[in-house]
């Protein structure tokens, strides 16, 4: 690593960040900043006075809190990397790390960085960020409109009726402003319109998941296989093995996307119903001892293939192509999806 070379390592919070500067073999510096474009530009300076070109920054995936900081010196020319907390975890366990805060944890970031050296990361186009944006809203809004519905089933005080079904009324029209907003986001780009109708030519797939799905993936040519996507997604089967003696199920790792592998669940049901070949792999694993929510996973990690192959392609879902094994293979079936 050069002089004009480093890696920050950046631990992200609501309000502020702490980053962790390594330059060679040299001890971190470490610094806090407000999680602000105030913030940000103290970040350029510092860097300035460090006499920095360029660096490797990279941080925790955790929410949104970290995309505006990494947006930002995306734009300035450095690389940046966002990774999964669980590599993170892994690595300071690694080390027998004792210490917890946040300029531990971001020193502990930068050192994972310059040791594994993530793949870098680019920021959604500015349409993809907006549907995004509106795919996750529209998500929380229907989850508070779910648990206002059950809390009118179980309320017997009058006056707080009133109150929840005033409030229904107003997550309700919430909820079809939103989708207006979508709606009109994909008649403005075409690109995100022609992705979306490649989508919801699978079985199963309805505009709504379709919106959520592109939303979720962004670029597909970031993935450069199915198998990365499904990885990606968190359906990727995670195998629990260990000599003669540990055999544990193998089952979804779940070490992924989890609004893109909850959206595929029920897309997963219907096209057991409505597509023939699902519907044949289905009878198949029946008949082989496999349990109905085991074939549930099995077909969501079908599915994220496919996406993989009709927005790769660009040629709309034919089910009477759709290549399944006549074999059943444990790898693929011994594991299970996680609840809607």
């Keep these: 690593m050069s002089e004009k070379e480093a890696i920050l390592g950046i631990d992200i919070s609501k309000d502020k960040f702490s980053a962790a500067l390594l330059k060679g073999e040299k001890k971190s510096q470490v610094k806090e900043f407000a999680n602000n474009l105030e913030g940000f530009e103290q970040l350029k300076k510092w860097l300035e006075q460090n006499q920095l070109e360029r660096v490797h920054a990279c941080l925790e995936a955790t929410s949104t809190y970290g995309h505006s900081v990494a947006t930002y010196l995306h734009g300035l020319g450095h690389i940046v990397s966002i ?16 210490t917890k805060n946040d300029q531990a944890d971001a020193t502990t970031i930068a050192r994972f960085c310059a040791a594994l050296k993530p793949q870098a990361w680019t920021p959604p186009s500015p ?41 229904l009324v107003f997550l309700e029209t919430q909820i079809d402003n939103v989708k207006k907003r979508q709606k009109e986001l994909l008649n403005e780009y075409s690109s995100l319109k022609s992705q979306a109708d490649l989508l919801t030519s699978i079985v199963g797939i309805g505009e709504p998941t379709a919106m959520t799905i592109l939303a979720e993936i962004g670029d597909i040519n970031q993935f450069s296989s199915a198998r990365q996507l499904a990885a990606f997604a968190g359906l990727t089967p995670q195998e629990h ?43 198949r694993f029946l008949e082989a001892g496999k ?50």
């Design 83 to 98: 990774v999964n907390p669980a590599r993170i975890k892994g690595f300071a366990q690694s080390r027998l790390s004792r």
């Design 127 to 167: 349409e993809m960020a907006q549907l995004q944006s509106y795919s996750r809203r529209l998500r929380a809004l229907e989850q508070m409109a779910t648990q206002e519905k059950n809390r009118l089933k179980t309320t017997v005080n009058e006056s707080l009726i009133e109150d929840i079904e005033a409030h």
């Design 241 to 283: 093995q260990s000599g003669t003696s540990v055999k544990g199920k193998t089952r979804l790792c779940k070490i992924g996307n989890p609004h893109l592998r909850k959206a595929l669940y029920f897309p997963a049901l219907s096209s057991i119903r409505h597509c023939s070949p699902i519907k044949d792999l289905r009878e």
């Design 291 to 340: 349990n109905k929510m085991q074939i549930v996973g099995v077909v969501m990690h079908k599915l994220i293939r496919i996406v993989y192959g009709v927005l790769k392609s660009g040629k709309p879902f034919d089910q009477t192509k759709l290549a399944l094994p006549n074999v059943v293979l444990e790898e693929e079936t011994d594991f299970l999806p996680v609840s809607p």
